[in-house]
């Protein structure tokens, strides 16, 4: 509008757009973690809807859980980490420039974390495969269709039950993986928390970084989607390689052509 012969812009301020994170790994637990955050992502998804159908995806994706929380050193693994990171937080209780609340919040969630997981008795899963009936659709889930109701009618049966039972036995089956994931969440928080960010562009949509010896456990890069730009990682404890593609019209990656523009950050607990 005009006002006193000048212009006011009405216009709300630009923000800046939304990026698209992509996590990386580089070490295996790592990757297992983000898999297990994934999967668990999925199912709360599908377990809090009303749906029967939901309810399948929800309790096959239960049983990708099972598989992949079966690592036998897991849960030690995350107890170590879980004590190496409450020793070193117990390191700032005396420093002025730290929020002692804070510091405390999070000392108290690793501190139930870590006696949640080791009240955790026997092999992880292992309530489901007693249960001979999951392990029944199970091993049909993994064949194409193999869950019709012509084979497994007692799921079929279980699936026509009301919304509120279906919940029931789902939160019955998940709970003793609670433990896992509130020690998992934690870690992985800790660990993005640990960022070490800067903005970089490539040269003719290649970026390569050398990182001196030094070990980190994952990496994040954050992408503008409006440059159709997506990241293709590799990683060592000495280089580096980021070699970004783009999609044609097949939906297949092909070479970008161009500089971009992104975030990268490099953790490390």
């Known amino acids: 509008m005009i006002q006193n012969g000048s212009t006011i812009s009405t216009d709300r301020p630009r923000t800046a757009p939304a990026l698209t994170l992509y996590e ?9 973690l983000l898999r297990l955050e994934d999967l668990f992502t999925r199912f709360d998804h599908f377990a809090e809807q009303p749906g029967a159908l939901e ?3 929800a309790l096959t994706t239960l049983f990708e859980i099972l598989e992949v929380a079966s690592r036998a ?10 004590e190496r990171q409450r020793q070193t ?5 005396d420093n002025p420039n730290v929020a002692l609340e804070a510091l405390e919040r999070v000392l108290a969630d690793i501190d139930g974390a870590s006696q949640l997981l080791n009240s955790a008795t026997g092999k992880t899963g292992q309530h489901l495969r007693d249960n001979e009936w999951l392990m029944s659709i199970r091993s049909r889930a993994i064949i194409a269709g193999g869950t019709c109701e012509f084979d497994l009618p007692s799921y079929h049966a279980w699936l026509n039950r009301s919304s509120d039972a279906r919940l029931r036995d789902i939160a019955m089956w998940s709970a003793p993986f609670r433990a896992l994931r509130d ?7 800790l660990l993005r928390e640990s960022a ?7 040269h003719q949509g290649s970026y390569q970084q050398t990182l001196g010896g030094k070990v980190y456990q994952m990496l994040q890069i954050r992408v503008d989607p409006a440059s159709g730009a997506i990241p293709e990682i590799s990683a060592n404890k000495y280089m580096l390689w980021i070699r970004f593609t783009s999609q044609d019209g097949d939906l297949r990656p092909k070479p970008f052509e161009g500089n971009v523009e992104f975030e990268l950050a490099l953790c490390n607990l």
């Open 73 to 82: 050193d897991l849960k030690s693994d995350l107890l170590q980490e879980l």
């Open 183 to 189: 020690a998992l969440v934690i870690v992985l928080q």
């Open 55 to 57: 309810h399948h995806v």
């Open 196 to 202: 070490q960010r800067a903005v970089v562009s490539t």
């Open 24 to 32: 990386y790994p580089l070490n295996e637990r790592i990757r297992t």
């Open 89 to 93: 937080l117990l390191a700032f209780r």
